[in-house]
């Protein structure tokens, strides 16, 4: 950690030594500290602490708000900020030659200094970026592959055009996924003594279930625990299964796995044309498919927290934890109203 202005309190960012002279003074006039304890405390000169006293019993707390010296310039002018929010929110380290993707103070300090010759502090750059609303946050990594064309193109023509196909043949809309769950899934924290390692007992066997699901912005959900690898047969089991006895046709929306593009499918979904109907999300853009969500309900917040013994004991879970969330119709619809997911609902 960069703790220079400690021993420089020039390097304090202007609108941080604001409230440190308030404190100041507070412990002086309001908690009765001698002045002399609090210079020692913080690091001021004398000085110092008896000028803010003096501007305080002139004008209170409002005296002591920050002002710049006659003709002081600050160094990171409005404009470097505007260079710094638009190329935080554009661009990687990476573009500028650094080897990593992510952003740090330090990687901008250099760039504020190559690119406009002025030497800062990290204490200033983070109070400059806090000031441009930003903030050091663990990212959402999306495929490089991923086309924002295609997913605009989706949102904006393709998914209403479905819309309007949904309504004129009254069908009913959903939305596949498929995900595997192994015996060794874990998620979760847990307490435990500080500077040690909490330990939890689990089993460590390999091997688990890949399951099917299917949701509808009404709430409903379907699915199917495979005891191996899903492929075309065991796909169209599925659909077999969730449009058996259905009162209206299914347009369903999938991803572009290679099982749902094969050509068993394909026939399976000619000769069932009156029933169902099958057309395909954005590539690489799991984040706009609801039917996700199942997987961080089930995944994260059920079985990840679980204890499993064994793969048959998971198997047991697994219905256990579909059932209940087959029962939990308002939590189903929830997946429909995140920020990405919201266009599928209504």
């Known amino acids: 950690m960069n703790i220079e202005w400690l021993n420089d309190g020039r390097k304090i960012p202007d609108d941080v030594m604001h ?10 006039r309001v908690l009765g500290q001698s002045p002399e304890t609090v210079c020692k405390a913080y690091n001021f000169n004398r000085s110092c602490i008896y000028r803010w006293l003096n501007q305080y019993d002139e004008g209170g707390f409002e005296a002591l708000e920050s002002i710049m010296p006659p003709g002081a310039k600050p160094i990171i002018t409005h404009k470097i900020e505007t260079w710094l929010k638009k190329t935080i929110l554009n661009k990687t380290p990476e573009d500028f030659g650094y080897d990593t993707n992510l952003w740090t103070a330090r990687i901008l300090i250099g760039l ?4 406009f010759e002025i030497s800062v502090s990290e204490s200033t750059v983070r109070f400059h970026l806090k000031r441009l ?3 050091c946050q663990s990212p959402e990594y999306q495929n490089k592959k991923r086309d924002e064309q295609e997913i605009e193109k989706f949102l904006n023509y393709k998914f209403p055009k479905i819309q309007r196909l949904a309504e004129s043949m009254g069908a009913e809309i959903g939305f596949e996924d498929e995900a595997g769950i192994g015996i060794m899934t874990r998620h979760g924290r847990t ?3 500080k500077g040690k390692t909490p330990i939890v007992k689990a089993c460590m066997q390999r091997g688990g279930y890949n399951v099917l699901s299917m949701v509808t912005p009404q709430g409903k959900i379907e699915y199917s625990i495979e005891d191996g690898h899903i492929k075309s047969e065991q796909f169209i089991s599925f659909l077999e299964k969730i449009i058996l006895d259905r009162n209206k046709p299914l347009i369903l929306f999938v991803d572009h796995v290679a099982f749902h593009r094969s050509k068993k499918v394909r026939d399976f979904v000619k000769l ?3 029933k169902l109907r099958i057309f395909f999300l954005p590539k ?5 498919n609801p039917d996700e969500q199942v997987w961080n309900e089930i995944k994260n917040n059920q079985i990840g927290k679980q204890p499993i013994k064994d793969k048959k004991h998971l198997e047991r879970r697994l219905y ?4 209940k969330l087959k029962n939990n119709v308002e939590k189903v619809v929830s997946f429909f109203q995140l920020k990405n997911t919201k266009y599928a609902y209504s």
Do not use: T
């Open 19 to 28: 409230y440190l002279r308030i404190m100041a003074v507070h412990a002086v």
């Open 112 to 115: 504020l200094n190559q690119e």
């Open 133 to 135: 609303n930003l903030s």
């Open 191 to 193: 307490w435990g003594e």
């Open 272 to 274: 069932n044309r009156s």
């Open 284 to 288: 690489y853009a799991p984040d706009y």
């Open 320 to 323: 256990s934890a579909f059932g």
